[in-house]
């Protein structure tokens, strides 16, 4: 299902701190004239192919080109993947679609934007210039798995209080971040691997014919979605869950055969917001699996893929600028997308240092696309190694939006440092330099010795996308006894080790 299945019995993500870089100045260039206002076309309704697809592992451990199978066979437009684990790239290469996010872990054919007030809760998808969708990708808390408690006997209020407190915070703060969106009228869209089931499948009816459904669950998380205005796509089109239960998880395979006792249910999702007319859904799987609308044979991962037709209109942004890459090797271009649709020569592009004012810019470009939204190439040589930040600024050098980005040595390596040494109970202040970027790298601690990436770590927090940053994890003696202990930097919810350094818990 997803990593760190375990680490989240043991440890709260902890939020981490951007550390902040110096950057040398370099004169501001002046600014070329701005060429007047192309008017924007009203937008008009679009169809749009939108599927979810946990991968398993990367599709490092599977026949790689089945992955890619997989989704040219659904004919999507646009796929949130689930452990991705740094392959998000690699997908979209082998698509040949020129357009992917690694802190979204989306592959897409349409130009993807990350905008600044979104915080890494979704990304904007550009369906024609200035006319967009937006997309946010979910990967919920694995364990403790409800169905498995069902399972075990629990009874039904056991099995919602654990829900209130692994899941339903977790998308309550997903449901949080799309609000810019949805404030805004932007059709939007959650792909995800839930790890739930919905309520809309755990019914009186569903119950009488399926041996594992023990009694109905009115489950919380799809509850919350609902309530947040956004409609089941798979579920639209098929709204019997007994005639059709488009089981997701899991049919066996890659393993030689599933589990007796194994629970099997539909915890794979796409939901569209409001205003979304839904055309069609379906299952894409291994040949001869139930419900089954799109075949692969073999099939690369242990969940079904739901892929869904959808028809909406698209809405035109807010003003923004946004960097493509947060991690830029110094020398690279920095590709910069923008939104300035009221255009007339007011609005300019900047680079500053991070939390700079626009009066201190060390670049300045013009928007330069037809209507004001497109992208600029920013150069990167003279920035040395740091924290900066993109603006969009209008007259009187009012900041409408700022995009962060790091500079980085060309071939620059990853980093992670511990304390050196720390007494027993306190504070442990871990940090890192030149990490990916990818939204699920993480630094874990292991006891000195214990190589065992996958069981052994004590405890974990991901780095938030970030490329250097710090963060503090409670030193709970217990946890952490005096003793010799490694940190490590992981790459984006894998076992793939970056850097790592120790460190002493001493008794006093």
């Not at 991968?55 to 451990?61: A, F, H, K, S």
């Not at 947060?326 to 920095?334: L, T």
């Not at 330099?433 to 601690?445: C, F, H, K, L």
């Amino acid at each position: 299902m997803t990593i760190p299945r375990r680490a989240r019995r043991r440890a709260t993500v902890l939020a981490a701190a951007l550390a902040l870089a110096t950057a040398a100045l370099v004169a501001p260039a002046a600014a070329p004239a701005q060429a007047p206002a192309v008017p924007t076309p009203a937008p008009t309704p679009v169809e749009v192919r939108v599927m979810t697809f946990n991968i398993w592992l990367g599709g490092d451990v599977v026949d790689f080109a089945k992955v890619i199978d997989a989704i040219t066979a659904a004919r999507a437009d646009i796929v949130g993947l689930q452990e991705a684990e740094g392959n998000t790239q690699r997908i979209a290469e082998a698509l040949h679609w020129p357009y992917w996010s690694d802190r979204l872990h989306v592959v897409s054919r349409f130009p993807l934007i990350d905008p600044p007030e979104a915080h890494g809760g979704y990304v904007l998808a550009q369906v024609r210039p200035g006319q967009v969708f937006a997309l946010a990708n979910e990967h919920l808390t694995s364990d403790p798995y409800g169905p498995y408690l069902v399972r075990s006997g629990r009874s039904p209020a056991q099995v919602l209080a654990n829900e209130r407190v692994t899941r339903v915070p977790e998308i309550n703060a997903a449901i949080a971040a799309i609000q810019p969106a949805l404030r805004r009228g932007v059709p939007t869209f959650m792909t995800g691997d839930f790890n739930t089931p919905s309520a809309l499948d755990w019914t009186p009816a569903v119950d009488a014919v399926r041996a594992d459904v023990h009694y109905p669950v009115p489950w919380p998380v799809t509850r919350a979605v609902a309530r947040a205005g956004f409609t089941d796509t798979y579920r639209a089109v098929h709204p019997d869950p007994v005639a059709t239960p488009g089981i997701t998880w899991t049919f066996g395979y890659p393993f030689p055969r599933r589990a007796a006792n194994e629970v099997i249910d539909r915890i794979d999702f796409v939901q569209a917001s409001r205003g979304v007319q839904v055309v069609d859904s379906g299952i894409v799987g291994p040949s001869g699996t139930p419900d089954v609308t799109y075949p692969v044979d073999p099939y690369p991962s242990d969940h079904r893929a739901v892929v869904s037709d959808v028809r909406f209109t698209p809405a035109v942004p807010a003003p923004f600028a946004s960097v493509l890459d947060r991690r830029v090797g110094r020398g690279d271009p920095i590709p910069v997308r923008y939104a300035a649709p009221r255009g007339e020569g007011i609005d300019t592009l900047l680079i500053v240092r991070a939390g700079g004012r626009a009066r201190d810019a060390l670049m300045i470009l013009p928007p330069q696309e037809a209507s004001f939204f497109g992208a600029v190439r920013f150069g990167s040589g003279d920035l040395r190694p740091g924290r900066y930040d993109a603006l969009l600024v209008t007259r009187g050098d009012r900041v409408l939006s700022r995009s962060t980005f790091w500079v980085v040595a060309p071939n620059a390596s990853a980093t992670v440092r511990g304390p050196g040494r720390v007494r027993a109970g306190r504070p442990i202040r871990v940090s890192w330099t030149n990490a990916p970027a990818m939204r699920r790298d993480w630094v874990g601690i292991w006891k000195a010795g214990d190589n065992d990436l996958y069981n052994d770590y004590l405890m974990f927090v991901y780095t938030g996308a970030t490329v250097a940053g710090a963060t503090t994890i409670a030193g709970d003696a217990s946890t952490f006894p005096p003793g010799r202990y490694v940190v490590r930097l992981m790459k984006d919810d894998g076992y793939g080790e970056l850097a790592r350094s120790s460190f002493t818990v001493t008794r006093r």
